[in-house]
């Protein structure tokens, strides 16, 4: 997490050489937001220009289009993969603390984002849904509380999973995997804080740190061996952002490398076959940003019956879907629009189930096959191998 005071040394670097614009190795287009706009402020080369004129005195926020440009990035990070400079880590740091400044001086986040801080302060949680509704999922599952009990493991499972109807599978599903292994978990229901990723991304760094504090003298406080969740976003505020506000000790890991553990050492017996072709897709959150690559895809290569195919862009260079970064509450068709155009990178493939670990992408992907009309199914690769499972 950067300063918008340590921004300019990195800014200044960039030639606009363009280079962040295509994938290296396919030469296909890696920046959802400028292929949307087709315009250079939408660009990382011209969000750096953006960064450094603010710094400059040449722009102000209020100049016009220059807030939308900044928030319509889904930070997916795509571009500083491309990027030949040295640092170019740093890209998505930028615009961040570019939209920290916005904030500070009262020009962000957009006003479609302020419903969600304003939950964020009265619930916990980005949906302005009660506290209590977090362990609606959980009733009659026989799970911990590891607020009241003693447990190695920790399922953060997350405001999205947990309060959206849709996606209330993906923790039922989790929670039915580790109860079938044996391990020695529990959840922390109406006492889960929310990560604040949703704060992060969209500026407001003052509630953001707010939440995190709290977060990491309770998950420390626990005294848990290893936190898992299976919310991308999660995983990486938790790993990888975290650390800028102070040390989180037990072991963060998303659920498909704990997963993909218990699978190793012989702790899940699968009890069918899928007889499916999948292919997978890497939610920004746990691929590019947080270095997890290989564990689902291991997962489901081991799946009976599973046929699995990659698209195109995969791995470092995989196509965002588009619904990070708050840009699905902003723009939401738009990033509706944009997963249509992975979904048909996924039809390519031949394959008729799409896989990925984020109920960020899982919302989007649903939304854009129905839009879309296309015959593949979504599914989270939690929900799938439960399914396996099941007599």
Not at 25 to 37: H, M, V, W
Request: with cysteine; charged share 25%.
């Amino acid at each position: 997490m950067m300063e918008f005071d340590d921004i300019r040394s990195w800014v200044v670097r960039c030639v606009r050489c363009g280079t962040c614009k295509f994938t290296n190795e396919t030469y296909l287009p890696s920046c959802p937001a400028g292929e949307r706009f087709r315009f250079e402020p939408f660009y990382a080369s011209g969000k750096n220009f953006i960064a450094r004129g603010i710094i400059e005195g040449a722009l102000k926020f209020s100049d016009p289009g220059v807030v939308d440009a900044i928030y319509s990035c889904p930070t997916c990070g795509n571009c500083q993969t491309q990027c030949p400079l040295p640092h170019h880590e740093h890209l998505v740091d930028i615009y961040e603390a570019l939209r920290a400044r916005a904030v500070e001086e009262g020009a962000g986040p957009l006003p479609s984002h302020k419903p969600l801080l304003a939950s964020l302060r009265q619930y916990e949680n980005p949906w302005m849904q009660p506290r209590a509704s977090k362990a609606r999922w959980a009733k009659e599952l026989g799970i911990k509380d590891v607020s009241r009990e003693k447990a190695r493991v920790l399922y953060f499972v997350g405001c999205t999973a947990a309060l959206d109807p849709t996606l209330r599978n993906i923790p039922t599903a989790t929670a039915s995997l580790l109860q079938s292994a044996g391990v020695d978990f529990g959840i922390l229901g109406e006492a889960e804080i929310c990560c604040a990723s949703t704060a992060l991304r969209v500026g407001d760094r003052i509630l953001f740190r707010s939440l995190a504090e709290r977060n990491i003298e309770l998950l420390n406080r626990l005294k848990i061996e290893t936190i898992i969740t299976s919310c991308a976003g999660c995983y990486k505020t938790l790993k990888h952002d975290y650390p800028a506000v102070g040390k989180i000790r037990p072991q963060i890991l998303h659920s498909s490398e704990f997963i993909y553990r218990l699978l190793l050492g012989g702790k899940l017996k699968f009890k069918k076959e899928a007889t499916r072709v999948a292919t997978y897709h890497d939610p920004c959150h746990l691929g590019r940003l947080g270095g997890v690559f290989d564990p689902p895809r291991r997962i489901l290569r081991a799946l009976p019956g599973i046929t699995f195919r990659e698209m195109d862009r995969i791995r470092e260079n995989a196509y965002c879907c588009g619904a990070g970064g708050g840009v699905r509450t902003a723009f939401p068709d738009w990033a509706t629009d944009n997963v249509g155009l992975r979904i048909e990178e996924a039809e390519k493939t031949g394959a008729n189930l799409l896989v990925s670990t984020c109920p960020f992408c899982a919302q989007n992907f649903m939304t854009g096959i129905e839009k879309k009309g296309s015959s593949l199914e979504y599914i989270d690769l939690v929900d799938l191998l439960s399914s396996l499972l099941r007599e």
